[in-house]
């Protein structure tokens, strides 16, 4: 029962928490947990960003990991960042289940032997499509997934090269490497799974206000978002499923047995 009711789960925090999102969704780790936690779990937050870490003692306690966004670049070489790449090295080798989003996603391409950059066509802020892999094994019709869902952007940099072993197994037509799985055990997605439009609005603000992106982006990132919104549901089902090993349902249905198994 334990294996079913007491799944520990860790956030590996790449980004400092805004106030805004603080004070709605509880940090950027409270907007990952209200997307992927279930009843019975246990998830722990680590601010990898300020040099926060689990010990190489405590990695097996772990089911899965998840490694947030940033606005720090995944091609840098900030001690922080060298540090995450040797912790996510270690967590390959012990085959941990490692769901990687937006800078998760990049420097896990990094650390496998992948190549990050700028992306030669500039920044991507706003709502996309992205295209499933037919190869890919995951069965979207057992998950009732279509072959393309919309997805909330926020990035300049991508993959530009993965290693061989790494397959793509989603794509837009702006980013060649949307997403890619390397083994049963490590996924990463370009876009934001967890993010809603308001969010994405809030975060458009930050990067005016850090000189980021000029005000003429920001209004065409505002009015393409506002067209239609990210298929938030299917992307819960599909991340739930890639790092618990089932389908959101049947995460329902687990949180019942738990509560059944107490009673």
């Known amino acids: 029962m334990s294996n079913i009711c007491g799944k520990r789960f860790a956030v590996l925090l790449c980004a400092e928490d805004s106030e805004y ?112 892999s037919p190869s890919w094994p995951l069965a979207l019709s057992s998950l009732q997934l279509p072959s393309q869902l919309s ?16 397959e793509v197994i989603g794509w837009s037509d702006k980013t060649g490497i949307e997403m890619f799985r390397y083994g049963d055990h490590i996924m990463g997605i370009q876009g934001h799974p967890e993010y809603s439009t308001d969010i994405l609005f809030q975060i458009i603000d930050r990067l005016i206000q850090r000189d980021f992106i000029t005000e003429d982006i920001a209004v065409d990132a505002r009015e393409k978002a506002a067209l239609w919104d990210p298929d938030m549901e299917a992307w819960k089902r599909l991340c739930v499923n890639f790092l618990k090993g089932h389908s959101h349902k049947n995460g329902m249905e687990n949180e019942k047995f738990c509560k059944e198994a107490h009673a």
């Open 21 to 132: 999102v603080k004070k709605k969704y509880g940090g950027y780790s409270g907007v990952f947990m209200k997307m992927l936690a279930e009843e019975g779990e246990i998830w722990e937050v680590y601010k990898v960003a300020s040099g926060e870490f689990p010990q190489d003692d405590e990695l097996n306690l772990y089911d899965g990991f998840v490694i947030t966004g940033s606005c720090s670049d995944a091609h840098g070489n900030d001690k922080w960042i060298h540090d995450l790449l040797t912790l996510l090295n270690k967590l390959q080798s012990m085959n941990k289940k490692t769901l990687g989003i937006c800078f998760g996603h990049q420097i896990l391409g990094r650390a496998l032997g992948g190549k990050v950059s700028r992306s030669p066509t500039g920044w991507d802020i706003g709502v996309r499509t992205i295209t499933f």
């Open 151 to 166: 997805i909330v952007e926020c990035h300049r940099d991508e993959i530009r090269e993965l290693p061989a072993k790494a």
